[in-house]
């Protein structure tokens, strides 16, 4: 069975940053795309980023681009969200996801079925 456990999350204030860690276990993590989701209170759940099996293919949501950098060590089993020049819009609970088909891009949102519990990131004004 997939395990996917989120850390790293906290209290930061505006302009702060914050690195999300996300380990997978239950099967070999190197073949699966995987990506970051967040859910602000009131708010459907939306993409942040994804990463392809291999790291060679990252994508972005617009208002994270150039301040969040997405990554993984499949050595460590574990994927990464690097997140710079944090702002008040970017509180949500961030959830760590997993694509259900090995060896794809992680392109179409509709990739990642298995989530993680999520961890809270919260941004200060």
């Known amino acids: 069975q997939v395990q996917l456990v989120e850390s790293g999350g906290g209290l930061v204030q505006a302009g702060g940053s914050l690195r999300l860690s996300c380990a997978a276990s239950g099967r070999t993590f190197s073949n699966y795309a995987m990506g970051w989701f967040r859910q602000a209170p009131g708010k459907e759940r939306e993409f942040v980023a994804t990463i392809n099996w291999s790291g060679g293919l990252t994508y972005y949501a617009e208002s994270v681009k150039g301040r969040f950098t997405i990554s993984r060590d499949n050595a460590k089993n574990t994927v990464y969200l690097q997140m710079n020049s944090l702002k008040p819009e970017d509180t949500a609970v961030y959830y760590c996801?997993?694509?259900?088909?090995?060896?794809?891009?992680?392109?179409?949102?509709?990739?990642?079925?298995?989530w993680g519990q999520g961890t809270q990131v919260t941004v200060s004004s």
């Open positions: 996801t997993a694509d259900t088909t090995p060896f794809r891009s992680g392109y179409d949102e509709n990739y990642f079925g298995l």
